[in-house]
Nanobody
Framework: QVQVVESGGDLVHPGGSLRLSCVTS????????MNWYRHVPGKERELVAG????????TYVDSAKGRFTISRDNGQNTVYLQMNNLNPDDTGVYYC???????????WGQGTQVTVSS
């Protein structure tokens, strides 16, 4: 049974930091590129950060560059998103996505809420 479980979302003040975690099971983790998406009501889901299956070539949306860091631990089947210097525009539900590097098969988590507000 495939499981993709995010955690770490919270309410933080502008300038604060959060670390999101995504623990997975039920599939061969190192065959999947991993991504973090953000969804804000009324907007399309946005790809925030991605990392290839071997941990190389991280990519970020322009608004996250220099503030967010995606990483993965293939031994623990887990991907992380370190978010620093948060601002209200970072508010949203963050979803973990696994995408097979050849077939494109995808798995999604249930999301974790990040709210940045004073």
């Amino acid at each position: 049974q495939v499981q993709v479980v995010e955690s770490g979302g919270d309410l933080v003040h502008p300038g604060g930091s959060l670390r999101l975690s995504c623990v997975t099971s039920g599939f061969t983790f190192n065959m999947y590129n991993m991504n973090w998406y953000r969804h804000v009501p009324g907007k399309e889901r946005e790809l925030v950060a991605g990392i290839s299956r071997n941990g190389g070539r991280p990519t970020y949306v322009d608004s996250a560059k220099g503030r967010f860091t995606i990483s993965r631990d293939n031994g623990q089947n887990t991907v992380y998103l370190q978010m620093n210097n948060l601002n209200p525009d970072d508010t949203g539900v963050y979803y973990c996505n696994a995408k097979h590097y050849l077939s494109g098969r995808e798995y999604w988590g249930q999301g974790t809420q990040v709210t940045v507000s004073s």
